[in-house]
């Protein structure tokens, strides 16, 4: 699945350049022109690495970046600060408000390109392994296929995405409208009953004979990995 990143930069230009420039690289871009709209947003959805520029309408990146800092929620989250040139103290205000790293503009794309997919790699290796597996169960993303204990799985494409998605994120629990929008994307309107239908599917292919459920139900909150699940088929 394409990482998620979201630009957030009010110059329009520098953000049609990024989002060319990212696309063409097969992430999935968002862009929001606001330090405010930006904090809301990340509130309602967390992406797997933030571009955030410092000087920005609204609330700056400095203080956006330290208020993700301050969630549990978004406290891992991989940030690159966007400063202009002649900012170097400010660089140093970023770097000790937690971004990951900066980025001085005017930057070439390569270089910026090169040093985000890094900072994807640091924070999430799950995202390019090519075997994922958590207990006993394993899904092999170049075959396409998933086995639990040895005998193989035969999921339908969305079970297999679901899946997918969840052990790139053990043990993090998402609410059925974070799985629409991760799994399904943001732009399809689907009832938020259809991710209780394939998990009900996922759980049925996964556990025919009644093995133990990896899948957990949070009550109010949605659904997650059961780490007690890895640790129990250890
Ligand atoms: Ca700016």
């Known amino acids: 699945m394409a990482a998620r990143i979201l630009v957030v930069e009010d110059e329009e230009a520098l953000t049609t350049l990024l989002r060319y420039n990212l696309e063409a690289e097969g992430y999935e871009v968002e862009a929001v022109a606001r330090g405010d709209e930006a904090d809301t947003w990340l ?16 609330l700056s990146g400095i203080e956006l970046c330290r208020r993700l800092r301050a969630r549990p929620e978004t406290r891992q ?29 005017p930057f070439s794309v390569p270089e910026f390109l090169a040093r ?17 597996s958590f ?6 993303r170049d075959k396409h296929r998933v086995r639990r204990s040895g005998r193989q799985v035969d999921l339908g494409p969305t079970e297999y995405r679901l899946l997918e998605f969840f052990l790139e994120h053990p043990g993090r ?46 009550r109010g909150a949605g659904y997650a990995l059961d ?3 890895a640790k129990a088929a250890e």
């Open 135 to 140: 207990g006993d169960i394993e899904l092999d």
């Open 173 to 218: 629990v998402f609410s059925r409208e974070q799985l629409l929008d991760s799994v399904w994307g943001r732009d399809i309107y689907i009832d938020e009953r259809t991710v209780d239908v394939h998990i009900g599917r996922l759980r049925k292919l996964l556990n025919p004979d009644g093995e133990p459920d990896p899948i957990r139900t949070v």
């Open 227 to 229: 780490e007690q699940f």
């Open 43 to 58: 509130k309602e959805r967390i992406p797997d690495l933030v571009v955030l520029d410092w000087m920005l309408p609204g």
């Open 116 to 132: 985000l997919k890094s900072l994807l790699r640091r924070a999430s290796p799950e995202r390019v392994a090519t075997i994922l």
């Open 77 to 105: 989250l991989p940030i690159i600060m966007l400063t202009a040139r002649g900012e170097e103290s400010e660089r140093v205000r970023g770097l000790a408000t937690g971004a990951d790293d900066y980025v001085v503009k």
